[in-house]
């Protein structure tokens, strides 16, 4: 879409929660490598390229990178997993899906694919879904709970950071630029759920902001068929 046309028409805003980070650390009965436990950091921190400073990931062939460099979460999708799984509230605080800032006021419904979101001092543009890894089911000792966030399409999104800064729990979350107006996160999910239609795969095999992975991942679906 040329730049001149983009839509920047809807407006939306959000805050952000909580910052955390993680470290390398032993994960679950079978003590794998992960980063996924975070703690949550009350200072402002800054955003680089690669993510937030002192955050770690383990298996750099599917975590972390510039399209995966910043993990949001909704706050408000706590509340609906303590109801679903009381056995599992004390882990089900924000942070507790190992991402980066927990989001209020924005869902998957809300953000759209290729949004370029201003977070406190930095520019951030929207690129996938989580696509949650076995790594889900360790942390909550649930084998389940994979399964159970891609159907209910609960999945938090990931930023690229175009523009470095500092970030910090209160901090506004405005959308800049919304540059795909019919692609929210939710509908990705749906169709990473269900393989589309050949014009939706062939939409996305060119979608301006989208992760180069998945869009690697359309290209290859569409010669398919």
Not at 93 to 100: A, D, I
Not at 114 to 138: E, S, Y
Not at 186 to 208: F, Q, V, Y
Request: charged share 25%; aromatic share 6%; glycine share 12%.
């Amino acid at each position: 879409m040329p730049a001149g046309q983009r839509d920047k028409t809807l407006f939306m805003t959000g805050s952000i929660v909580s910052v955390q980070v993680g470290r390398i650390a032993p994960l679950g009965p079978r003590q794998v490598p992960s980063g996924f436990v975070k703690r949550p950091i009350t200072s402002p921190v800054m955003v680089e390229r690669l993510g937030l400073a002192g955050d770690q990931q383990a298996d750099l062939r599917v975590h972390g990178g510039p399209d995966k460099a910043v993990y949001c979460y909704p706050s408000e999708h706590y509340a609906k997993w303590s109801a679903e799984r009381p056995s599992a509230r004390e882990l089900l605080v924000p942070g507790g899906f190992g991402e980066n800032l927990t989001t209020r006021g924005l869902d998957e419904d809300m953000v759209r694919v290729g949004d370029v979101l201003r977070i406190g001092g930095v520019t951030a543009q929207v690129t996938q879904p989580r696509q949650p890894c076995f790594k889900l089911g360790l942390r909550f000792e649930d084998p389940q709970m994979l399964r159970d966030m891609l159907r209910s399409g609960r999945s938090g999104w990931y930023l690229r950071v175009l523009e470095p800064g500092l970030v910090e729990a209160g901090a506004s979350i405005t959308r800049t630029a919304c540059l795909n107006p019919t692609w929210s996160v939710s509908r990705l999910n749906r169709l990473i759920g269900t393989h589309g239609t050949p014009d939706e795969i062939a939409e996305l095999s060119e979608l301006e902001g989208l992760a180069t992975g998945v869009r690697d991942s359309m290209r290859a679906a569409l010669k398919a068929y």
